[in-house]
T-cell receptor, first 116, second 111 residues
């Protein structure tokens, strides 16, 4: 397994502002993903964070709204830009470990975002 | 396309056995994963089945039937701490290991 940290753990933000969430892993990883999850709902993939290149976004998510960086193998950031109350959610990073079990993702503790 | 179906909620009694089913539809298949998520927590990996049969890990077992496109998670000797949501997932085809997730099953355990 791996230790995955996310910062901040929670935040309350004003409409129109931006928040950057950091994800740090203590092991070598192959893939890093960013998800959004509403309480009581399943996980929705926002994008795959690619090292040294632009992230791969899922349908319904765009770079201008959710810019992602991954400067090295173990660190990534997700920014939620120009926030609205609809962006209130839990944001999770997950990783697939290098040499790890097939189709196994390990998750950070999540960032609980409330937009007023 | 690919999809998974699982019950939205299952209720069981402490000490009992419960089975959470997952059926999937996909033109290609690698394996079926199960994750547990407690309220306010992050999903944690429980098991992965690539081949038919039962995989046992302590009180938890996972079963797969590729011919029936069906799997289940079996929890024995239920404890109150097993109250959580359980998600099944499959790898998305033509992807870099992205997963397709079921809607999740909320397991309620009564004393």
């Amino acid at each position: 397994s791996a230790v995955i940290s996310q910062k901040p753990s929670r935040d309350i933000c004003q409409r129109g502002t931006s928040l950057t969430i950091q994800c740090q892993v203590d092991s070598q990883v192959t893939m890093m993903f960013w998800y959004r999850q509403q309480p009581g709902q399943s996980l929705t993939l926002i994008a795959t964070a690619n090292q040294g290149s632009e992230a791969t976004y899922e349908s319904g998510f765009v770079i201008d709204k959710f810019p992602i960086s991954r400067p090295n193998l173990t660190f990534s950031t997700l920014t939620v830009s120009n926030m609205s109350p609809e962006d209130s959610s839990i944001y999770l990073c997950s990783v697939q470990l290098a040499g790890g079990p097939t189709d196994t993702q390990y998750f950070g503790p999540g960032t609980r975002l409330t937009v007023l | 396309g690919q999809s998974l179906e699982q019950p939205s909620e299952v209720t069981a009694v402490e000490g009992a056995i419960v089975q959470i089913n997952c059926t999937y539809q996909t033109s290609g298949f690698y394996g079926l994963s199960w994750y547990q998520q407690h309220d306010g927590g992050a999903p944690t990996f429980l098991s992965y089945n690539a081949l038919d049969g039962l995989e046992e890990t302590g009180r938890f077992s996972s079963f797969l039937s590729r011919s029936d496109s069906y799997g289940y998670l079996l929890l024995q000797e239920l404890q109150m701490k097993d109250s959580a949501s359980y998600f099944c997932a499959v790898r998305r085809l033509d992807s870099n290991y992205q997963l397709i997730w079921g809607a999740g099953t909320k397991l309620i355990i009564k004393p």
